[in-house]
């Protein structure tokens, strides 16, 4: 059974960091777009960045660019979204997932596989 399960939430205040992973189990994750998502209360999902099983490139949102930054260890099984200079509308849940598309998740798409539980980030004074 495919599970996906992300880690690392926590409460954090503006301008701290955090660094959240998405491990595997039952699926390798080389070789597969891997994309994190959030869910703030009373909004969509949305993408926030994506990294490539092709090549490795990595992909952000406009508003994450620059602070996040998305990586892999398939030694591990894990992606990884490190989280810096966080903002109070940094504040969702946020879920990893396999995707078709890097570029898709980055215009706003919401597709995905093997949903997890998500985890809690909250920005806050």
């Known amino acids: 059974q495919v599970q996906f399960v992300e880690s690392g939430g926590d409460l954090v205040q503006p301008g701290g960091s955090l660094r959240l992973s998405c491990a595997a189990s039952?699926?390798?994750?080389?070789?597969?777009?891997i994309g994190w998502f959030r869910q703030a209360p009373g909004k969509e999902r949305e993408g926030v960045s994506c990294?490539?099983?092709?090549?490795?490139?990595?992909f952000y949102v406009r508003s994450v660019k620059g602070r996040f930054t998305i990586s892999r260890d398939n030694a591990a099984n894990t992606v990884y979204l490190q989280m810096n200079n966080l903002k109070p509308e940094d504040t969702a849940v946020y879920y990893c997932?396999?995707?078709?598309?890097?570029?898709?998740?980055?215009?706003?798409?919401?597709?995905?596989?093997?949903w997890g539980q998500g985890t809690q980030v909250t920005v806050s004074a």
């Open positions: 997932a396999k995707v078709a598309r890097c570029l898709a998740v980055i215009a706003g798409g919401r597709n995905g596989e093997f």
């Open positions: 990294i490539s099983g092709s090549d490795g490139n990595d």
């Open positions: 039952g699926f390798t994750l080389a070789g597969y777009h």
